[in-house]
Nanobody, 111 residues
Framework: HVQLVESGGGEVQAGGSLRLVCSAS????????MGWFRQTPGKEREEVAA????????RYADSVKGRFTISQDNANNTLYLQMDSLRPEDTAMYYC?????WGPGTQVTVS
């Protein structure tokens, strides 16, 4: 039974930072690709960042390049998203995902 749980969201002022954490359990092997997504009411869910096994390849949405950093700890099945220079438009529910599995999300609010 695969379970993903996000944490680290909260409310922060523009220009501030947050670090999101996704704890994964039940994965039988290191996930090939894990990613962070976000969604605001009335809008489609969008991919924010993704990382491939070993961390050798990453990709970012244009809107977050240079501000967000995705990383992972394979030994502990943990995924991170360091978010710096946050903007009000980054306000959203953030989800981590791998394959067909999704976490319940963590809210990020930037004022």
């Amino acid at each position: 039974h695969v379970q993903l749980v996000e944490s680290g969201g909260g409310e922060v002022q523009a220009g501030g930072s947050l670090r999101l954490v996704c704890s994964a359990s039940g994965l039988t092997s290191s996930a090939y690709c894990m990613g962070w997504f976000r969604q605001t009411p009335g809008k489609e869910r969008e991919e924010v960042a993704a990382i491939y096994t070993g961390g050798r390849r990453t990709r970012y949405a244009d809107s977050v390049k240079g501000r967000f950093t995705i990383s992972q700890d394979n030994a502990n099945n943990t995924l991170y998203l360091q978010m710096d220079s946050l903007r009000p438009e980054d306000t959203a529910m953030y989800y981590c995902a791998t394959g067909p599995f999704w976490g319940p999300g963590t809210q990020v609010t930037v004022s």
